[in-house]
């Protein structure tokens, strides 16, 4: 079993910055690939970075340029850096793991872009 936990959100203004962190505890050994995903009102939870215990990374194409996901091995800690925010990247954002035996959830942490 993997456990999650995302902290971070909050409120920013149009253009604004915010990290967000996802620490794992469990069997953290056994992930594969970690990712952030988000989810807006009446859509689709989508993916927005994904990255790999080898070091590699993906972004969705609204993404790129503007986000970046990195890892602290250390602290099990997975980051989403979220840089120039537009009022169409508020969600609740998900930290997402992946091993073996399933997928893995955290609760989920609220962004709001907004003036």
């Known amino acids: 079993q993997v456990q999650l936990v995302e902290s971070g959100g909050g409120l920013v203004q149009p253009g604004g910055s915010l990290r967000l962190s996802c620490v794992a505890s469990g069997s953290i050994h056994t992930i594969s690939i970690m990712a952030w995903y988000r989810q807006a009102p009446g859509t689709q939870r989508e993916l927005v970075a994904q990255f790999t215990t080898t070091g590699t990374t993906n972004y969705a194409n609204s993404a790129k340029g503007r986000f970046i996901i990195s890892g602290d091995n250390d602290k099990n800690t997975v980051y989403l850096q979220m840089n120039s925010l537009k009022p169409e990247d508020t969600a609740v954002y998900y930290c997402?793991?992946?091993?073996?035996?399933?997928?893995?959830w955290g609760q989920g942490t609220q962004v709001t872009v907004s003036s």
């Open positions: 997402n793991a992946l091993n073996l035996y399933g997928i893995y």
